[in-house]
């Protein structure tokens, strides 16, 4: 157990939909990432933060947006859903969002129908 | 473009032997590199790390050789154990960034 939570752990909507996923970091860690893995992927990050500020983008669509709450947990909100957004979403935190490990969650598994 | 590759998806070997996983980068802005072991319905769980001032890095059954002329790092376990079964992915990061590149990884089987 790797102290990161991830909710909910499987997710089934239709396209156009919106979704929200939700990262509890482990705790005292400040940085939350956030990575997608395709069919056909590796994982690849989407976006980071560190302490509520977002801190670095990566291939994250413009439907998709992120934020950090002051109690440090993350949530991840992907709208206007199409059917190649389904993957596994894994969020990871690490202490301060810098070459420190990440340590990930169990993913949330996403379909769209 | 694939920054980080793994180039074989699969690998098979005898119990009590010698796997070796492989991973080469083309980012020569990188300079810490990891690799995950991940079982199925679970994240990726962090295995071993090696920055690039050092060529070896060793933990137990596991050791991280990096040769940064060619760009290549492998995952040495030794004895390789049924439980270590598992797909591995090689990340890299650095050039001011802390995000992770990850390859496709590389399902090992341990055959008992």
């Known amino acids: 157990d790797s102290g990161v939570t991830q909710t909910p752990k499987h997710l089934i909507t239709a396209t156009g939909q919106r979704v929200t996923l939700r990262c509890s970091p482990r705790?005292?860690?400040?940085?939350v990432y956030w990575y997608q893995q395709s069919l056909d992927q590796g994982l690849q990050f989407l976006i980071q933060?560190?302490?509520?500020?977002?801190?670095a983008k990566g291939n994250i669509l413009e439907r998709f947006s992120a934020q950090q709450f002051p109690d440090l947990h993350s949530e991840l909100n992907l709208s206007s859903l199409e059917l190649g957004d389904s993957a596994l979403y894994f969020c990871?935190?690490?202490?301060?969002?810098?070459?420190?490990?990440?340590?990930f969650g169990p993913g949330t598994r996403l379909t769209v129908l | 473009d694939q920054q980080v590759k793994q180039n074989s998806p699969s690998l098979s070997v005898q119990e009590g032997r010698i796997s070796i996983l492989n991973c080469d980068y083309t980012?020569?802005?990188?300079?810490?590199f990891l690799w995950y072991k991940k079982y199925p319905a679970e994240g990726p769980t962090f295995l071993i790390s090696?920055?690039?001032?050092?060529d070896k890095n060793e933990d137990g059954r596991f050791t991280v050789f990096l040769n940064k002329s060619a760009k290549h790092l492998s995952l040495h376990i030794v004895p390789s154990q049924p439980g270590d079964s598992a797909v591995y992915f090689c990340?890299?990061?650095?050039?001011?960034?802390?995000?992770?590149?990850f390859g496709k990884g590389t399902k090992l089987s341990v055959i008992p």
């Open positions: 990871a935190s690490s202490v301060s969002g810098g070459k420190d490990t990440q340590y």
């Open positions: 705790s005292g860690d400040l940085s």
């Open positions: 933060y560190y302490n509520g500020e977002e801190r």
């Open positions: 980012n020569s802005m990188f300079d810490y």
């Open positions: 090696i920055s690039s001032i050092k």
């Open positions: 990340a890299a990061t650095g050039a001011g960034s802390y995000q992770l590149t």
